[in-house]
Nanobody, 117 residues
Framework: QVQLVESGGGLVQPGGSLNLSCAASVNFFSTYTVNWYRRAPGRSRELVAR???????FHTASVKGRFTISRDNTKNKVYLQMNNLKPEDTADYYC???????????WGSGTQVAVSS
């Protein structure tokens, strides 16, 4: 059974940093595209960052320059380094891994990030 487990969330003051981690129990992890999504209270789910199996990264405009997605294929892990956090970054953050064009599409249960003074 595939499991994705996120960690690293918490409460941080504006301007602070957090590093989210996601451990994925999938075979051939290096073939997956990995994503971080978030859902803020009262808002729809938003793609925050994506990293494909070729190493091409995408970061949504609101986090560009502050957040960085990365992966360690030797550990089956995805990371989201979040710097200069703002109150509007407050959300539940979800890890997702998938192989485009297949049914291999898996989600974690989320980790909470709260940015407040």
């Amino acid at each position: 059974q595939v499991q994705l487990v996120e960690s690293g969330g918490g409460l941080v003051q504006p301007g602070g940093s957090l590093n989210l981690s996601c451990a994925a129990s999938v075979n051939f992890f290096s073939t997956y595209t990995v994503n971080w999504y978030r859902r803020a209270p009262g808002r729809s789910r938003e793609l925050v960052a994506r990293l494909n199996n070729q190493g091409t990264a995408f970061h949504t405009a609101s986090v560009k320059g502050r957040f960085t997605i990365s992966r360690d294929n030797t550990k089956n892990k995805v990371y989201l380094q979040m710097n200069n956090l703002k109150p509007e970054d407050t959300a539940d953050y979800y890890c997702n891994v998938y192989i485009p064009g297949t049914k291999d599409d898996y989600w974690g249960s989320g980790t909470q990030v709260a940015v407040s003074s």
